[in-house]
């Protein structure tokens, strides 16, 4: 059974940093690109980045670049988002996502609960 | 990276059919096969729906269905019932390694 389980969320103040962590289980977590996937309270879903199984390919959406960077351990099937320079408007779940299947890019078929990040004061 | 263009709203009595569009350009929906639905209850995370245009994964009834004309993708929903009732977003390739979501619509069932 696929598993993906967020962890890292928090309280933080504006300016500062954030690690979060997406733990998988039940697939080739190495074959896979993975996605970040954000939702402000309230509003609608946002793609926020994504990386290629070998880690040698990274995408961000235009609000994010240069602030956040993604990454993974293929060794620890674990997904990373290091988050900096945070701003209230990055305040939002953040959900680590699976592709479907192979061959298939955007059908994001696997999600986890989420991760509740708030940037405040 | 503009949000593709989703109507806020949609509602249908029970057994009717209801289509939500999703509306981009010739550079995200109208250019790739890569659209996407999500059906997100509240609390919940986001379901994928529909993939590739027309696909349906494996336990999707077949009352969703998927199109694209154009510029513009569709889901429709058929024969309405009361568990369809919750937020839906499209999601397209917009080239460049970039990705977009509709600004989701809410559907109700009457």
């Known amino acids: 059974e696929v598993q993906l389980v967020e962890s890292g969320g928090g309280l933080v103040q504006p300016g500062g940093s954030l690690r979060l962590s997406c733990a998988v289980s039940?697939?080739?977590?190495?074959?896979?690109?993975m996605t970040w996937v954000r939702q402000a309270p309230g509003k609608g879903l946002e793609w926020v980045a994504n990386i290629k199984g070998d880690g040698t390919e990274k995408y961000f959406v235009d609000s994010v670049k240069g602030r956040f960077t993604i990454s993974r351990d293929n060794t620890k099937n674990s997904l990373y988002l290091q988050m900096n320079s945070l701003k209230a408007e990055d305040t939002a779940v953040y959900y680590c996502?699976?592709?479907?299947?192979?061959?298939?890019?955007?059908?994001?078929?696997?999600w986890g609960q989420g991760t509740l990040v708030t940037v405040s004061s | 990276q503009s949000a593709l263009t989703q109507p806020p709203s949609a509602s249908g009595s029970p057994g009717q059919s209801v289509t939500i569009s999703c509306t981009g350009t010739?550079?995200?929906?109208?250019?790739?096969?890569?659209v996407s639905w999500y059906q997100q209850h509240p609390g919940k995370a986001p379901k994928l729906m529909i993939y590739d245009v027309t696909k349906r994964p494996s336990g999707v009834p077949d009352r969703l269905s998927g199109s694209k004309s154009g510029i513009t993708a569709s889901l429709t929903v058929s024969g309405l019932q009361a568990e369809d009732e919750a937020d839906y977003y499209c999601f397209s390739y917009a080239g460049s390694n970039n990705w977009v979501f509709g600004g989701g619509t809410k559907l109700t069932v009457l």
């Open positions: 039940g697939f080739t977590f190495s074959t896979y690109w």
């Open positions: 996502v699976r592709d479907l299947v192979h061959g298939s890019p955007g059908g994001m078929g696997y």
């Open positions: 010739g550079s995200d929906v109208g250019g790739y096969n890569l």
